[in-house]
């Protein structure tokens, strides 16, 4: 079968034009710089849409917020749902709408940081959009990325979806209660995972029965 492929510099793509992500990624410095000064941790959750990414974080938020004070941004095109799912008594959460935009930027984030009182924070989750290829181009100034798939996905999510792995501390496996029944194997998943980027830290995890949430707690160093 003959695979056609461009050739370098033949995308016409606005977004991934070399001086915009120079300009993101000045900007994602600045974050870091911001939340170091505050002492804030920064986590960028990533993922496609209903991998989990909602679900995982506020199983994390649950299990650490006697710990830390956290707080939230949540991203997604239009709506607010997943911020309304994670808004608490104790943790502030920020929506994003990004649009027709496919992924959050620095510049995005640096606006939501400017709504939350970071002296009050000790640690963020930055719930990206749905998607598996734009977010790995734009880093925000997280000090961890995560990556959620999961087995309802299928077999292939993370051979056919390589370069967002490329970048990621830890992968969350998710849904493996699930595995069976989709004839999905997780250890293949995160075999696939390891081909990819060997450091990252690959954990299977249930968001639905709240397993494997305190290993990716270790993963995170938190």
Request: contains cysteine.
């Amino acid at each position: 079968m003959e695979i056609i492929k461009p050739e370098e510099g033949e995308i016409l793509d606005i977004e991934l034009e070399e001086d915009f992500l120079k300009r993101n990624k000045k900007l994602a410095e600045e974050n870091r710089v911001l939340l170091e000064k505050h002492k804030v941790r920064a986590i960028d959750v990533m993922g496609s849409i209903g991998s989990g990414k909602t679900s995982l974080i506020g199983l994390l938020s649950s299990f650490l917020s006697k710990i830390f004070k956290i707080g939230i941004i949540a991203g997604d095109l239009t709506t607010d749902i997943d911020a309304k799912r994670l808004e608490g008594e104790e943790i502030k959460v920020v929506q994003i709408n990004t649009g027709k935009e496919c992924h959050l930027d620095a510049n995005l984030v640096k606006k939501a940081l400017q709504n939350l009182e970071l002296d009050k924070i000790d640690l963020i989750f930055i719930e990206n959009v749905g998607n598996l290829i734009c977010p790995a181009e734009f880093p925000l100034g997280a000090h961890k990325r995560i990556v959620v798939v999961s087995v309802t996905e299928g077999p292939w999510m993370v051979v056919k979806h390589p370069y967002i792995f490329e970048e990621a501390d830890v992968v969350v496996i998710n849904k493996v209660d699930l595995s069976e029944a989709m004839g999905v194997s997780p250890g293949k998943l995160a075999k696939d995972v390891e081909k990819i980027n060997p450091k990252a830290k690959t954990i299977p995890v249930s968001c639905r029965k709240k397993e494997g949430i305190e290993e990716v707690i270790k993963a995170l160093n938190l």
